[in-house]
């Protein structure tokens, strides 16, 4: 932010014209300036994809079915990864909370975190080839469970460094709305095609192990373990320098306030105030579930873990609409009612998805749910609307919590988005953390066989009926129960649009005064 001098404007209030005295005002108060260059904005767009740049998703097939960690084993570990997770987001949100250096609160850890993550995640990946292949095959072999509990919490650590440093910078990369949601409109479009890349890969490479077009003499267990163990790495190594380079030329444009706020203090703020704790709940209870999605669905049911991908192929050129409209619609719509729309509105049309494969059956006599081409086209439909909401969805996710930062910083004048993100992440991760627990519960008790797939076996009947329901009508129930909380949301469009005037008018006079502090102590110097 360019450096603003009280005198002058003293000076222009009292002698100025009318021009002179609108000029200025605009410049204070104009909540549609753009301020982030195209080097960063390019800068930024490949370091918001390579936070997504990995095979995470896959990791539950990994954990069952190649490094082959016991079920009840999984739950234990959640329960003590549950409280090391409250533990830690605590402790490392504190700390960025009071953070002040000269790269600024975020920056820092963002450096920090980038290459240690992507070391210990290599590790984990790797973790098949320390062990024998007779400790492999022994789900109880306890070094194992250690070396695979102690991995994932470092990595945990790390993550929460990450991911709160990362959450509090980008509402602190431009003071001005229409410039950050135009910023977050564009990366996270680039994100969604970019950090698809490791997942396709391996997507297509399970599906043609499993299904004999490559590698048929081959142990197709064994090609599936090397295929993970190649790429796995591979994506973490690129994501971590990838990440450091870029906090290198980061930039934080909204001034933290030179007084520190006390631990305490940050979290009455956030728990006492009726928009935080609205969206905190929501986001809390939209976390529960069962921990088995659609992509579980379509490689233990169908034998297709592209089926996403090849549904979605018309969906493609639908994806650009919510993305490139979202500018608009915020400036008809607040950020509350873009974000309601967002989570809820294709997770709702798995419902009417959800009765056609359970209770409409085919000419073999079992439901469609089970037949790839039966589910082809509804599915296809099913992306396209997704496809549509998804860039309003994903812009209003980051969009809502930086909307929040903000609203702090206007009612109470400092901003602690570290502690903000701690708190909305441990509300989600609470929830979270019991589905880890349940997870493997309810894979036993629908009868889920961990070595079906990389052995090309189907799950039993009642297995694919329940992980059908899982994956569809009860992740609907989930996001329309955690959306209700939403109405207790209070900022709307003209109270928005109100605190955004205000607040860039307060932060020339805050960097003004951080100014001549750094001025006072060079001439102490």
Request: hydrophobic share 40%.
């Amino acid at each position: 932010m360019s450096r603003y001098s009280l005198p002058e404007a003293q000076r222009i209030s009292q002698t100025g014209t009318d021009n002179e005295v609108n000029r200025k005002i605009e410049k204070l108060v104009n909540v549609d300036r753009r301020v982030v260059s195209r080097k960063e904005t390019i800068g930024y767009m490949l370091f918001d994809a390579n936070n997504g740049f990995n095979i995470d998703g896959h990791k539950s097939l990994f954990v069952d079915s190649i490094l082959k960690i016991d079920l009840k084993k999984q739950s234990l570990f959640n329960a003590i990864g549950g409280v090391w997770d409250i533990v830690d987001d605590f402790a490392i949100g504190s700390l960025i909370e009071r953070t002040r250096t000269r790269w600024g609160k975020f920056v820092p850890y963002i450096f920090a975190a980038g290459i240690p993550y992507a070391f210990f995640a290599t590790i984990y990946w790797l973790l098949p080839t320390i062990f024998s292949q007779e400790h492999i095959d022994n789900l109880n072999y306890i070094p194992k469970f250690i070396a695979f509990m102690l991995l994932e919490m470092v990595m945990e650590a790390f993550s929460t460094f990450k991911s709160i440093a990362v959450s509090g910078y980008l509402s602190t990369i431009t003071p001005y709305p229409s410039d950050r949601r135009r910023l977050l409109a564009i990366s996270k479009y680039f994100t969604i095609i970019y950090s698809r890349i490791p997942d396709m890969i391996i997507e297509f490479m399970l599906d043609f192990i499993t299904n004999g077009v490559i590698f048929k003499n081959q142990d197709s267990a064994e090609m599936i373990k090397l295929s993970l163990m190649i790429v796995g790495p591979l994506t973490v190594i690129i994501s971590g320098v990838v990440v450091t380079w870029y906090s290198t030329i980061a930039k934080e444009r909204v001034h933290q306030s030179i007084e520190r706020p006390s631990i305490s203090q940050s979290l009455k703020v956030v728990f006492a105030n009726r928009p935080v704790l609205a969206y905190m709940i929501s986001s809390s209870l939209g976390s529960f579930g069962t921990g088995i999605s659609t992509n579980n669905y379509y490689r233990w049911v169908l034998f297709m873990t592209t089926f996403e991908t090849i549904a979605g192929i018309p969906s493609f050129f639908f994806q650009p609409i919510g993305f490139s409209q979202y500018n608009k619609l915020s400036q008809k719509y607040s950020t509350k009612s873009l974000f309601m729309v967002g989570q809820t509105f294709a997770k709702t049309l798995y419902i009417p998805l959800w009765f056609y494969g359970m209770f409409i059956k085919g000419k073999d006599g079992k439901p469609l749910f089970t037949n790839r081409w039966a589910m082809l086209p509804p599915t296809a439909v099913w992306e396209i609307c997704y496809a549509i909401f998804w860039g309003v969805r994903s812009v209003s996710q980051d969009e809502i919590k930086n909307e929040l930062n903000d609203y702090i910083e206007w009612k109470y004048g400092y901003r602690n988005e570290a502690t903000l993100s701690m708190a909305s992440t441990i509300f989600g991760k609470i929830p979270g953390r019991i589905n880890g627990i349940l997870e493997p519960m309810y894979k036993e008790w629908i009868g889920y066989d961990q070595t079906a797939y990389p052995e090309k076996r189907p799950q039993p009947e009642k297995a694919q009926k329940w992980i059908f329901s899982m994956a569809t009508i009860i992740t609907a129930i989930v996001v329309l129960i955690g959306v209700m909380p939403m109405f207790f949301y209070n900022i709307d469009k003209t109270m928005r649009d109100k605190m955004y005037s205000e607040l860039n008018a307060r932060r020339a006079l805050t960097a003004e005064q951080i100014n001549d502090e750094y001025d006072a102590e060079k001439a102490e110097d």
